[in-house]
């Protein structure tokens, strides 16, 4: 129903009931053909336990890449993203062994970009800025830091142009009118029927 509404970005993660998201849209979407949405899952932050919540390592990273996969039913993904990389304990653990880990995952065609979501800016700017890993996605809840975000921009434009494409790419990734999956404005009455599909999702149980 969401899909018909024209809502065709699917965004996901471990954390999300701890793979069970991931299960359930492996199994919703099972029959829908791949070219009809988006999706974008996460990799670092993983279990409830404090202990187990956060791992950035490089083998972590990329076999939790692969178990999302798994978990979805799908070959690849359009971005794989670092979820809250403000929690790891330095940005160079990042720059060292998460991002080289998902490098390799999208020179394996696993997965199409290279993503993070978190809150704060002036981390994922100082991300983008070192980084010698292309980053093609982000996405974060920053309605207050207006001012961060054209420092952001502004960092991505002055940089290589790997991360000047980074701008490009989130274009074409989000609203491109070439592509049959283009984004679409979803008419407010569609909302009580992406609700209903929510719930037949909760209602599943899987094997």
């Not at 993660?13 to 919703?28: C, K, P, V």
């Not at 990799?43 to 791992?55: H, T, V």
């Not at 979805?72 to 304990?89: A, G, K, T, W, Y």
């Not at 065609?109 to 070192?130: N, S």
Request: proline content about 5%.
């Amino acid at each position: 129903m969401c899909l018909k509404a024209g809502v065709n970005l699917i965004d996901t993660s471990h954390w999300y009931g701890q793979g069970r998201s991931e299960r359930l849209l492996g199994h919703a979407l099972s029959d829908v053909p791949r070219a009809a949405y988006y999706i974008t899952t996460k990799i670092g932050r993983y279990e409830k336990d404090a202990l187990g919540m956060f791992d950035f390592s490089y083998e972590k990273t990329y076999q939790a890449a692969l178990d999302s996969l798994k978990r979805l039913r799908l070959d690849c993904v359009d971005s794989m993203q670092i979820h809250d990389p403000e929690f790891c304990p330095s940005v160079d653990l990042l720059l060292e062994q998460t991002l080289p880990a998902l490098q390799k995952l999208k020179e394996e065609g696993k997965v199409r970009f290279v993503g993070m979501t978190g809150y704060p800016l002036a981390v994922q700017q100082e991300i983008i800025t070192r980084s010698g890993v292309g980053i093609d996605t982000s996405l974060s809840c920053a309605a207050q830091q207006t001012s961060l975000w054209q420092r952001l921009r502004e960092s991505v434009q002055s940089s290589s142009s790997s991360l000047s494409s980074w701008v490009r790419k989130r274009r074409s990734f989000a609203s491109s009118s070439a592509s049959p999956r283009r984004r679409q404005e979803v008419p407010p009455p569609h909302a009580q029927h992406c609700a209903l599909a929510v719930n037949q999702l909760l209602s599943y149980q899987p094997h």
